[in-house]
Nanobody, 115 residues
Framework: QVELVESGGGLVQPGGSLRLACAASGITFSRYAMGWYRQAPGKQRELVARITSGGSTNYADSTKGRFTISRNNAAKMVYLQMNSLKPEDTAVYYC?????????WGQGTQVTVSS
């Protein structure tokens, strides 16, 4: 059974930092491209950052320079380090895994940036 389980969300003040983690099971993790997406109330789900199986990364323009995605294949983990957080970063953040002909999603973790 495939599972992607996010953790690390919470409430943080503007300018603060959070580190999200996603634990994967049931997949050959090293072969999957992994990503983080987010969905704010009333908005569509959008890409935050993605990392390929080979370690190449790409980011949404709104998160470049503030967020960093990384992965640990041995631990089957993908991380999102979020710095200089802004109120507009408030959303549910979802872990995503893309493999051969399949796409998996986690249940999401809430990130709220507010003073």
């Amino acid at each position: 059974q495939v599972e992607l389980v996010e953790s690390g969300g919470g409430l943080v003040q503007p300018g603060g930092s959070l580190r999200l983690a996603c634990a994967a099971s049931g997949i050959t993790f090293s072969r999957y491209a992994m990503g983080w997406y987010r969905q704010a109330p009333g908005k569509q789900r959008e890409l935050v950052a993605r990392i390929t199986s080979g370690g190449s990364t790409n980011y949404a323009d709104s998160t470049k320079g503030r967020f960093t995605i990384s992965r640990n294949n041995a631990a089957k983990m993908v991380y999102l380090q979020m710095n200089s957080l802004k109120p507009e970063d408030t959303a549910v953040y979802y872990c995503n895994g893309v493999g051969p002909g399949v796409v998996y999603w986690g249940q999401g973790t809430q990130v709220t940036v507010s003073s």
